[in-house]
């Protein structure tokens, strides 16, 4: 199904309905829910990038980059991905793991719903401010894309950030199901000809704990140039 058909079908704005590819989106966040990939997801999936830590490859040989030139924080580490142009932290405790449908990911190592992802999709947007106002777009991820039928979205908070001149929008939100609740943040950015979408999150009980945590995930995100 097309975007605009999708969007249409689920009584979107036909500027909603224009922004991006919502099937494949939906399908790369939500494809980990079944062990069986259908073709369009197939055509979702990314590789996964090399990671960047001790006994790889030092960052001293890469480019200086602003996440990089302020040095990482205790606890954390880096992920860089120069190839897909990316980088983000992580807490240096969790491990890297597939998550299907994604280009990179990484969890707790005890508690395996505390867990950070990225992916992207192609678009013909240049910018995050491409796709609408902040206050529009992000209900509308939210409420028609990252959440299932049988959820109910609530958006805690949402901010916009500009870094060397790029341009994020991050979000808290949970999504409650009849017997499971879970809370996360996410930042959204379009830089390479591509929608980039990080979530990093936990169960909604053990959010008030981890939520600084894993705040500081959400907010290392940058895209680089490729």
């Known amino acids: 199904m097309a975007a605009t058909s999708l969007a249409l079908s689920l009584g979107l704005p036909s500027a909603a309905a224009n922004n991006l590819n919502r099937h494949c989106l939906h399908n790369i ?7 069986n990939t259908s073709p369009n997801q197939q055509g979702c999936l990314m590789r996964r990038p090399f990671l960047l830590g001790a006994g790889a490859l030092s960052l001293s040989l890469l480019p200086a980059t602003p996440l990089l030139a302020q040095g990482v924080p205790e606890n954390y580490e880096i992920f860089v991905d120069k190839r897909d142009g990316y980088s983000y932290y992580y807490p240096s405790d969790w491990r890297e793991f597939d998550f299907r449908g994604h280009d990179s990911a990484f969890k707790d190592r005890y508690l395996q719903l505390q867990n950070v992802r990225l992916s992207f999709i192609p678009t013909d947007k240049s910018d995050i401010h491409d796709l609408g106002p ?17 959820q109910v979205a609530n958006i805690l908070e949402m901010k916009e950030r500009t870094t060397d001149g790029k341009n994020y929008f991050t979000f808290e939100y ?4 009849p017997n499971f609740s879970r809370a996360a943040f996410a930042t959204i950015a379009i830089a390479n000809g591509r929608h980039y979408t990080l979530i990093v999150g936990a169960n909604e ?5 981890f939520r600084n945590k894993l705040k500081v995930v959400a907010d290392s995100f940058q895209v680089l140039d490729i």
Do not use: F
Not at 134 to 150: F, G, Q, T
Not at 174 to 177: E, I, M, P, Q
Not at 205 to 209: G, Q
């Open 29 to 35: 966040i939500t494809c980990s829910a079944s062990e």
């Open 134 to 150: 902040m206050e529009e777009v992000v209900p509308d991820l939210v409420k028609h894309v990252y959440s299932a039928p049988n």
């Open 174 to 177: 949970v999504l409650t199901s």
């Open 205 to 209: 009980r053990r959010w008030r704990k």
